[in-house]
T-cell receptor
Framework: DGGITQSPKYLFRKEGQNVTLSCEQNLNHDAMYWYRQDPGQGLRLIYYSQIVNDFQKGDIAEGYSVSREKKESFPLTVTSAQKNPTAFYLC?????????????FGDGTRLSIL | GQQLNQSPQSMFIQEGEDVSMNCTSS?????WLWYKQEPGEGPVLLIALYKAGELTSNGRLTAQFGITRKDSFLNISASIPSDVGIYFC???????????FGKGTKLSVKP
């Protein structure tokens, strides 16, 4: 089935540790996005990538890093510099061909502090 | 930056009732989207609106793109327990802009 796969579903981070969240899509979408969701705050954009080997900071990029070495993959690393990493992380993708096409989302990764 | 005001924040309704929620913005959008998120899952696209004044239905859901291009509403008719979740509006201003999300309306339906 075509879709967006995020893994793991749950992740725990120790103090001073970097952790990487995986996002893979087999939809042949050009653009990929990472959002952070906190209760009552909606979705906030962390990073996005419109093409392979290129990415831009979103509204809350500090303490996070990404790479886009392959079209289908857009991993997010939560670094030790992110002091409040506990949140639900959502990956999304969309095609950029033709008229505007909406983003589709994965099922998220919930990150907690140990 | 651009912001969307989504209301109400939460709703507690009886099964069978109709529901209405809306989003407003101080700036213009070219596209309005409505998503539904269930606990522990990612948002799922319900309706996409591309033209001012457009009225689109998806089953019991109806959404409209406001004439001013600064607002949108979503109606759910004859609610059922599986309508429970958080409903998000999102607007796209066009060009290289990113999608802007409202903070969501949490819907609870009492059987």
């Amino acid at each position: 089935d075509g879709g967006i796969t995020q893994s793991p579903k749950y992740l725990f981070r120790k103090e001073g540790q970097n952790v990487t969240l995986s996002c893979e899509q087999n939809l042949n979408h050009d653009a990929m996005y990472w959002y952070r969701q906190d209760p009552g705050q909606g979705l906030r954009l962390i990073y996005y990538s419109q093409i392979v080997n290129d990415f831009q900071k979103g509204d809350i990029a500090e303490g996070y890093s990404v790479s886009r070495e392959k079209k289908e993959s857009f991993p997010l690393t939560v670094t030790s510099a992110q002091k409040n990493p506990t949140a639900f992380y959502l990956c999304a993708s969309r095609t950029k061909r033709g008229t505007y096409q909406p983003q589709h989302f994965g099922d998220g990764t919930r990150l907690s502090i140990l | 930056g651009q912001q969307l005001n989504q209301s109400p924040q939460s709703m507690f309704i009886q099964e069978g009732e109709d529901v209405s929620m809306n989003c407003t913005s101080s700036s213009i959008f070219n596209t309005w989207l409505w998503y539904k998120q269930e606990p522990g899952e990612g948002p799922v696209l319900l309706i996409a609106l591309y033209k001012a004044g457009e009225l689109t239905s998806n089953g019991r859901l109806t959404a409209q793109f406001g004439i001013t291009r600064k607002d949108s509403f979503l109606n759910i008719s004859a609610s059922i327990p599986s309508d429970v979740g958080i409903y998000f509006c999102a607007g796209w201003a066009g060009s290289q802009g990113n999608l802007i999300f409202g903070k969501g309306t949490k819907l609870s339906v009492k059987p």
